[in-house]
């Protein structure tokens, strides 16, 4: 968790795929924040790395994981933003989030950025 690997994109569009895990939620006090920004920070690196100009990123371990949304969304938005301020390299980094809640706790988070 935390981590991330760049494989082909084989008969994808994307010329690559970025794979990261996220950590299992257990409360919020096993540095779960901490392990969502690095999942973000390495795949942000690598895609810049490999010169690439943009990425997406789904709500990391909100799913199956359990993370809160609420919780989530500013962490991962701080890192993105974080990365962003240091590395000229990615011009376009989407969310790409499959719910209305989860779109509107993303929105919230970047709102107070």
């Known amino acids: 968790p935390g981590e991330a690997r760049i494989t082909p994109g084989f008969r994808l569009k994307a010329r690559y795929v970025i794979h990261t895990v996220g950590p299992v939620y257990r409360g919020g006090g096993h540095g779960e924040a901490q392990i969502i920004a690095s999942a973000h920070r390495s795949s942000l690196a690598l895609a810049s790395e490999h010169h690439l100009s943009s990425i997406a990123f789904p709500a990391i371990s909100t799913g199956i994981y359990g993370y809160p949304v609420e919780r989530a969304a500013p962490v991962s938005l ?18 790409v989030l499959w719910s209305a809640d989860t779109f509107e706790a993303f929105s919230a988070a970047l709102q107070s950025l």
């Open 78 to 95: 701080d890192a993105v933003r974080d990365f962003l301020e240091h590395d000229r390299q990615l011009h376009l980094v989407r969310f």
